[in-house]
């Protein structure tokens, strides 16, 4: 049963080695998902899953332990998805993943066991949704970390370029996740959002069918669009 999740954004950027002299401009975003993070921890859950999309090569799940890095991004920082495992998996975790693994080493994590699950971005709503049923009955008491970003196509300079249709897909998908809405999230149109680029559409539809009917109650934590990016905060519990 989904007891708790966080949503957080997946960008390197969010990692102040990556982001160097940038840094400052992500604070913000940094202290929500920490809170965020701390409504994981309270849950006190059984199984921790981070749920990002990846690239081929890089889908399915990476057990604890997982290595990650930052090197493709110019920066000495390696992480790993949890304490160290044995045997020690050799897997890659891909970025969203890794940024998720990053988050859980700031703040200390210390809790249930962890688990990553990389999805592809063109995951169908249904399959998303039967995914997200799979990994709330993994046990009595889980709660996921989802990594995902919003449009990328918020202003002229965003990696997307400026799409008139991204500001009212995020505020959408800003009010589903502050109001734990599962009905509208799973109503997201995956073709929309693989033209806004939104990687976090497959990501949050699988939290709603984690959610399923149970009675949760959402808080949107941070909702702002540096870079032309959409990056929203929100917790459920």
């Known amino acids: ?32 998902c920490t809170d965020a993070l701390g409504v994981l921890a309270a ?11 990846a690239e081929q090569g890089r889908l399915g799940v990476f057990p604890q332990g997982s290595p990650g890095t930052f090197r ?3 920066v000495d920082l390696d992480v790993r998805l949890g ?12 970025a969203s993943l890794a940024v998720g693994a990053w988050l859980l ?13 990389g999805v592809a ?15 709330a009955g993994r046990a009595g008491r889980v709660a996921l970390l989802v990594m995902g970003d919003g449009s990328a196509c918020r202003t002229l300079k965003a990696p997307g370029y400026l799409d008139e249709r991204a500001a009212p897909f995020d505020a959408e998908a800003a009010r589903a996740l502050g109001a734990a809405d599962t009905a509208a999230l799973r ?8 033209e806004l680029k939104a990687s976090g559409r497959a990501p949050w539809q699988i939290l709603a069918g984690a959610a399923g009917d149970e009675p949760l109650t959402g808080s949107l934590l941070y909702e702002d669009a540096p870079y032309g990016v959409g990056y929203l905060v929100a917790t459920w519990s």
């Open 72 to 74: 493709g991004f110019g």
């Open 83 to 94: 304490p160290a495992a044995h045997p020690v998996p050799e897997r890659e975790l891909p």
């Open 43 to 53: 849950a006190r859950p059984d199984l921790l899953v981070v749920v990002g999309t």
């Open 187 to 194: 109503a997201l149109d995956p073709v929309l959002a693989r």
């Open 1 to 32: 049963m989904l007891v708790a999740s966080a949503v957080c954004p997946c960008p390197p950027l969010l990692v102040p080695e990556v982001a160097a002299g940038a840094a400052p401009e992500l604070d913000a975003a940094r202290a929500a």
């Open 105 to 117: 080493e700031r703040t200390g994590w210390a809790g249930a066991p962890i688990e990553g699950l």
């Open 121 to 135: 971005d063109t995951l169908e709503p249904e399959q998303c949704a039967g995914t997200g049923r799979e990994l």
